[in-house]
């Protein structure tokens, strides 16, 4: 139980275009969801919190205007990279809380987005 | 948040068991001690997690320092699909239930 499933698993992208990455509770309700980026050879780094009906918490030095979170229901968020550059290139995880694990955390299998 | 320290690299041979420490000498009384791992191009998977007392699941063990200022994960039997890096993290209950990752240790299992 507890599956978060994320979509597309890599996607390649003209610069200057947008990606939307998906991110689904499979089998529960996701009142909050996690996005994070990982460079290679590096650790995830948190993005932006997602609540369900809310606007997203960003982090410090993330621009919001770039990437666009919404999480219009409690079994999807979604990630928008808008107008994509090469620096944009990286992997994207998204997560959720698992539900009677105090605060315990299931993980989407990431999107590899590279930008040429 | 309070910091872990984990090695950078750990070497295991297949079918040995492996003990993974972790440092977290700030620990508040509210933390919990959390640890996931992450395979090659894959997002992290939930391992186990703690607060005083030491943690058994099908994955792993948890042992927890009576200090609590450090821990260890233990994988009984290292098996080659073990290889990852393995994160410990601390979660405060006051932090809006984020997680910080540091930088992991990464497991190498010989065959």
């Known amino acids: 139980g507890a599956v978060v499933s994320q979509h597309p698993s890599w996607v390649i992208c003209k610069s200057g275009t947008s990606v939307k990455i998906e991110c689904r509770s499979l089998d529960f309700q996701a009142t909050t969801m996690f996005w994070y980026r990982q460079f290679p050879k ?7 919190t997602s609540n369900e009906g809310s606007k997203a918490t960003y982090e410090q030095g993330v621009e919001k205007d770039k990437f666009l979170i919404n999480h219009a229901s409690l079994t999807l ?14 992997f994207y995880i998204c997560s959720a809380s698992i539900p009677g694990i105090l ?8 999107t590899r987005l590279t930008v040429v | 948040d309070a910091k872990t320290t984990q090695p950078n690299s750990m070497e295991s041979n297949e079918e040995e068991p492996v003990h993974l420490p972790c440092n977290h000498s700030t620990i508040s009384g509210t933390d ?28 792993a063990s948890l042992a927890i320092a ?18 990852a890096v393995y994160y410990c993290i601390l979660n405060k209950e006051t932090s809006g239930s984020r997680l910080t990752f540091g930088e992991g240790t990464q497991l190498t299992v010989n065959p």
């Open chain 1, 42 to 48: 590096q650790s995830l780094m948190l993005m932006a």
């Open chain 2, 32 to 59: 919990y001690i959390h640890w996931y791992r992450q395979l090659p191009s894959q997002g992290p998977e939930y391992v186990i997690h703690g607060l005083t007392s030491n943690v058994n699941n099908r994955m």
């Open chain 1, 103 to 110: 605060y315990g955390y299931t993980f989407g299998s990431g």
């Open chain 1, 77 to 90: 968020s979604t990630l928008t990279v808008t107008s994509a550059h090469p620096e944009d290139s990286s």
């Open chain 2, 66 to 83: 009576e200090d609590r200022k450090s821990s260890t994960l233990i994988l009984h039997r290292a098996t080659l699909r073990d290889a």
